[in-house]
T-cell receptor
Framework: AQKITQTQPGMFVQEKEAVTLDCTYD???????LFWYKQPSSGEMIFLIY??????QNATEGRYSLNFQKARKSANLVISASQLGDSAMYFC?????????????FGAGTRLTVKP | DSGVTQTPKHLITATGQRVTLRCSPR?????VYWYQQSLDQGLQFLIQ???????AKGNILERFSAQQFPDLHSELNLSSLELGDSALYFC??????????????FGEGSRLTVL
């Protein structure tokens, strides 16, 4: 069974600094996708970034990058130049399998607070 | 706007009652997922449908049921409601096809309060 672990219940970062949110996963399937979502206080789930298990390079999307260490089974999210609007819950998630994907499972989340 | 529509946005009801939550996926998406998020908790996967058929089942209680209709909209039925069922219920849809990353597109959620 797939499992996602986010060990940081809460994180603080100073505005304009970078922050890393940790995520480790466990799967025996060689094909899987890793995802990060942001949930602001308004409640919606916003997709941030995706990393495929066969991707050779770390994914990047604007100020978001994913530090993918396959051997360690970690997929940490790095947010550069933090902004006040980055304050939110962040969830790491995984789907196993090919394009007929299985369901997506989520970690417990990390609450990020950006300080002015 | 994700393109996934959920109704109602808010619902308050009493213990023992039954409610139905509705979801319309993004145009063209065949898969619908339901998740439950209790206060300050992560998302718990309930159930997945693909083109009208149940594909995967998670931690869904027997008091809960779902279906996906021929027009691909889905309904989640919650019966014999208990206080602990109070939560934010998300619907999500996805493109299930080669070349897509498979991210889920979430609706805004239906917030259920059981009194």
């Amino acid at each position: 069974a797939q499992k996602i672990t986010q060990t940081q219940p809460g994180m603080f970062v100073q505005e304009k600094e970078a922050v890393t949110l940790d995520c480790t996963y466990d799967t025996s399937d060689p094909s899987y996708g890793l995802f990060w979502y942001k949930q602001p206080s308004s409640g919606e789930m916003i997709f941030l970034i995706y990393q495929g298990s066969y991707d050779q390079q770390n994914a990047t999307e604007g100020r978001y990058s994913l530090n993918f260490q396959k051997a360690r089974k970690s997929a940490n999210l790095v947010i550069s130049a933090s902004q006040l609007g980055d304050s939110a819950m962040y969830f790491c998630a995984m789907r196993e399998g090919g394009y007929n994907n299985n369901d997506m499972r989520f970690g417990a989340g990390t609450r990020l607070t950006v300080k002015p | 706007d994700s393109g996934v529509t959920q109704t109602p946005k808010h619902l308050i009801t009493a213990t023992g009652q039954r409610v139905t939550l509705r979801c319309s996926p993004r145009s063209g998406d065949l898969s619908v997922y339901w998740y439950q998020q209790s206060l300050d908790q992560g998302l718990q996967f309930l159930i997945q449908y693909y083109n009208g058929e149940e594909r995967a089942k998670g931690n869904i209680l027997e008091r809960f049921s779902a279906q996906q209709f021929p027009d691909l909209h889905s309904e989640l039925n919650l019966s014999s409601l208990e206080l602990g069922d109070s939560a934010l219920y998300f619907c999500a849809s996805s493109v299930e096809a080669s070349g897509h990353t498979g991210e889920l597109f979430f609706g805004e959620g239906s917030r259920l309060t059981v009194l």
